[in-house]
Nanobody, 124 residues
Framework: QLQLVESGGGLVQSGGSLRLSCAAS????????IGWFRQAPGKEREGVSC????????NYADSVKGRFTISRDNAKNTVYLQMNSLKPEDTAIYFC?????????????????WGQGTQVTVSS
């Protein structure tokens, strides 16, 4: 059974940092492009960042450039999202998605597998 599990969310003050993890079970993540998405109440799911299968190509939403960093450790079957200088507008449920293609995408419909999400709350 293919499964993604996000962790690392929590409550943090504005300006703080969190590191999210996306761990896979039942399959090998290094065969997949991975994306991080977030969804705030009443809003659509939006792409935050993604990383190609090889890790050589990364993309970021303009709203997080310079603050968030995506990385992957294929040996640990895990993808990370380091989030620094967090702002209240970063508050959302964060999801990771996997797609069995070399490149990643910032569009959620292009992903086949999803985790359950982890809540990130940034207080002002």
């Amino acid at each position: 059974q293919l499964q993604l599990v996000e962790s690392g969310g929590g409550l943090v003050q504005s300006g703080g940092s969190l590191r999210l993890s996306c761990a896979a079970s039942g399959f090998t993540l290094d065969n997949y492009g991975i994306g991080w998405f977030r969804q705030a109440p009443g809003k659509e799911r939006e792409g935050v960042s993604c990383i190609s299968r090889s890790g050589s190509i990364t993309n970021y939403a303009d709203s997080v450039k310079g603050r968030f960093t995506i990385s992957r450790d294929n040996a640990k079957n895990t993808v990370y999202l380091q989030m620094n200088s967090l702002k209240p507008e970063d508050t959302a449920i964060y999801f990771c998605g996997a797609r069995a293609l070399p490149l990643c995408s910032m569009t959620s419909r292009n992903y086949n597998y999803w985790g359950q999400g982890t809540q990130v709350t940034v207080s002002s």
